[in-house]
Nanobody, 118 residues
Framework: QVHLVESGGGSVQAGGFLRLSCAASGFTYLYSMGWFRQAPGKEREWVAS????????SYADSVKGRFTISQDNAKNTADLQMNSLKPEDTAMYYC????????????WGQGTQVTVSS
């Protein structure tokens, strides 16, 4: 059973930065890890993904150039470095894992809150 635990959320002022970390356990190989977020009253949205085989990354347009996802396969962690934060980045951030391309992200962490004040 894959288990994901996020850490690193908090409150910052606009223009600041935070680094989120996701620790994964209970698997032999992960196809991909990703970060999603959900703001109050809005649907959960995808933020970024990293694919384990080649380290390929992809980002939502809203965070491209500001956020960086990285993965440490030795430590089984996936981090999200968030720079130039904006108030609209305020949300609960969730780490997700996919065992395969077809299954998609079907393992989720409990979430960590990020609040950006103007």
């Amino acid at each position: 059973q894959v288990h994901l635990v996020e850490s690193g959320g908090g409150s910052v002022q606009a223009g600041g930065f935070l680094r989120l970390s996701c620790a994964a356990s209970g698997f032999t190989y992960l196809y991909s890890m990703g970060w999603f977020r959900q703001a109050p009253g809005k649907e959960r949205e995808w933020v970024a993904s990293i694919y384990s085989r080649y380290g390929t990354t992809s980002y939502a347009d809203s965070v491209k150039g500001r956020f960086t996802i990285s993965q440490d396969n030795a430590k089984n962690t996936a981090d999200l470095q968030m720079n130039s934060l904006k108030p609209e980045d305020t949300a609960m951030y969730y780490c997700a894992a996919a065992l395969g391309a077809i299954a998609g992200y079907n393992y989720w962490g409990q979430g960590t809150q990020v609040t950006v004040s103007s």
